[in-house]
């Protein structure tokens, strides 16, 4: 018996306007004190232990040295026994390369003035949100071993939040979203595209940018983007590799942030996509939209 792939979206919706910049100065202001307070107790203890550590290692290998270098060590002119008289060592040198380790963090700060936020507590079950607006169906449900609601998207459908006024320069949006069912057999054609659009219309047609989503099993597919702009000489189009198979079998947390050009995107709290340019004409990016294609 073939089971059914269901995109359930939305365990809670915000949208949100720029962020305040002193408050945010001083937090981060603030947070690197914190810091530089820490690394500086981190050294001081990495320091003394490993002076204390040496002092152990010499007391157990060379008894009785007090740490002195041993005299089978010492030349007269002051040189070791592997230095030749110019000074150059002849002592074996490590070879290889070094392994250099990667750091990152989880940036993604949100805006502080509410602009939209839906978490469906106030629509019936079975009931279309009475927020939002599609061309196809949808319901709100509920999900076994979850309290909460969620707005279940039908296949082939673009949905769109109701917004009273078009979007900020500067916003974050946040939301969740659970595809259930997946399987080897999930089609490379199974994805939810995040639209910010011109117009509020149900149409993808239009100036936007985009973020695919794809939750196809049987290979690594990672996230797409796409910029489309009338007379842009130089659009975007890539996909992010990722291999997020595995992030998708449970609830995933979005995070978007936009700044005029810039757009991030961020799953959980990994960031996909940082992109400084991909919104060419800010003035024509007003709406979100969502599009839902290959879920049975």
């Known amino acids: 018996m073939k089971t059914s792939n269901k995109l359930f979206y939305c365990l809670s919706f915000a949208l949100l306007m720029g962020t305040s910049g002193e408050a945010q100065f001083f937090k981060k202001l603030a947070k690197k004190a914190e810091k530089a307070a820490e690394r500086t107790v981190e ?3 990495e320091r003394e232990t490993t002076k204390k550590t040496d002092q152990a290692l010499d007391s157990i290998l060379e008894p009785g040295s007090g740490g002195q270098q041993s005299p089978e060590n010492t030349q ?3 040189n070791t026994g592997d230095t030749e008289e110019n000074g150059t060592s ?6 290889g390369p070094k392994t250099i380790a990667v750091y990152s963090k989880f940036d993604y700060v949100p805006g502080d003035k509410p602009f939209f936020y839906d978490d469906f507590s106030k629509d019936f079950i079975g009931d279309f949100p ?4 599609t061309n196809g169906s949808g319901e709100v449900v509920n999900l076994e071993g979850s309290p909460d609601k969620w707005y279940a998207i039908s296949n082939r459908s673009i949905t769109v939040p109701n917004f009273k006024t078009k979007l900020p320069d500067d916003f974050t949006l946040e939301f969740d979203v659970k595809a259930t069912n997946l399987s080897r057999e999930t089609s490379s054609l199974a994805k939810l595209e995040i639209y910010l659009s011109e117009t509020p219309n149900l149409t993808t047609s239009e100036n936007n940018v985009m973020a695919n989503l794809n939750f196809c099993q049987y290979i690594a597919v990672g996230v797409r983007v796409d910029n489309d702009f009338n007379g842009d000489p130089d659009p ?5 590799q990722r291999d997020l198979r595995d992030v998708y079998k449970d609830i995933v947390h979005v ?3 936009v700044n005029k050009n810039r757009y991030r995107l961020w799953l959980n709290e990994t960031k996909i996509v940082d992109l400084p340019q991909f919104i060419v004409k800010p003035e024509l990016i007003n709406y979100l939209k969502f599009h839902v294609g290959g879920f049975d």
């Open 236 to 240: 975007i189009s890539n996909t992010m």
């Open 90 to 95: 002849t002592g074996p040198v490590p070879a």
């Open 255 to 257: 995070s978007i942030a």
């Open 43 to 45: 050294r001081r203890v």
């Open 76 to 78: 007269g002119n002051g």
């Open 130 to 133: 009475a927020n939002w607006n």
